[in-house]
Every structure is written in structure tokens, then in C-alpha cells.
């Protein structure tokens, strides 16, 4: 699975950003598709996981009720979308899948990573 990470930008506090996040490939809609984050000099850290319909969905306590992950997978595309942003949102986040149905805020579950798309949240 190639993984192609998109819609990064520049936004001031309180707006928002959907980022996209486009899969090779004739088995997406078998995997786990989540969202990784990781700011200067910090570790990477878990935002978002869907499960394979868009169904079932987990989030980090810092983005629930702000952030919405979802996949089309006709369009073998997960989407997040990112509202009433934050300075400490600025990161570059990644997209990645995994077959594992556990531990899926831990990114070493995950086998395929996107390239990462810069997120820049000015106050």
C-alpha cells in the first residue's frame, strides 16, 4: 500500500484544514486508516483511526469534538477534517494503515505511512 498525504497549509487559530490521504492499491478497504502527528522535537503522536467501513472511529482526548476522520473507499481516500484549529495542532501529520485491530493509537501497529503534510496553525 502506497499512501499520498495531502491538504496541509497555513490557517489561523480557529479555522480549519481537511486533509486527505490517497491509497494504492485494491485492498484499502481492509485496512485501519489513522492519522499521526509529530511537532518539532516530539515524539510522533496518535490523532485519529477509522476502522475498515468508517464505522467505528477512535480520537486523541486533544482533538475529539474538533477533528473527524472518515474514508470513502470507492475512492480508496481517508479524509481528516480539522475545525476550530490551534497553535499547539502544528505539526506535520502523517497517514497510515494497519491490518491490526488493536492498539491503534500506538504507531508501530501500523505497516504503510504517508509521506507527511505540514499543518501550521499561526495565533
Known amino acids: 500500500v502506497q499512501l499520498q498525504a495531502s491538504g496541509g497549509g497555513l490557517v489561523q487559530a480557529g479555522g480549519s484544514l481537511r486533509l486527505s490521504c490517497a491509497a494504492s492499491?485494491?485492498?484499502?478497504?481492509?485496512?485501519?486508516m489513522g492519522w499521526f502527528r509529530q511537532a518539532p522535537g516530539k515524539e510522533r503522536e496518535f490523532v485519529a483511526v477509522a476502522n475498515w467501513s468508517g464505522g467505528s472511529t477512535y480520537y486523541a482526548d486533544s482533538v475529539k469534538g474538533r477533528f473527524t476522520i472518515s474514508r470513502d473507499n470507492a475512492k480508496n481516500t481517508v479524509y481528516l477534517q480539522m475545525n476550530s484549529l490551534k497553535s499547539e495542532d502544528t505539526a506535520v501529520y502523517y497517514c497510515?494503515?494497519?491490518?491490526?485491530?488493536?492498539?491503534?493509537?500506538?504507531?508501530?501497529?501500523?505497516?504503510?505511512w504517508g509521506q507527511g503534510t505540514q499543518v501550521t496553525v499561526s495565533s
Open positions: 497510515a494503515s494497519s491490518l491490526k485491530g488493536s492498539y491503534l493509537s500506538d504507531p508501530r501497529q501500523y505497516a504503510y
Open positions: 492499491g485494491r485492498t484499502f478497504s481492509s485496512y485501519y
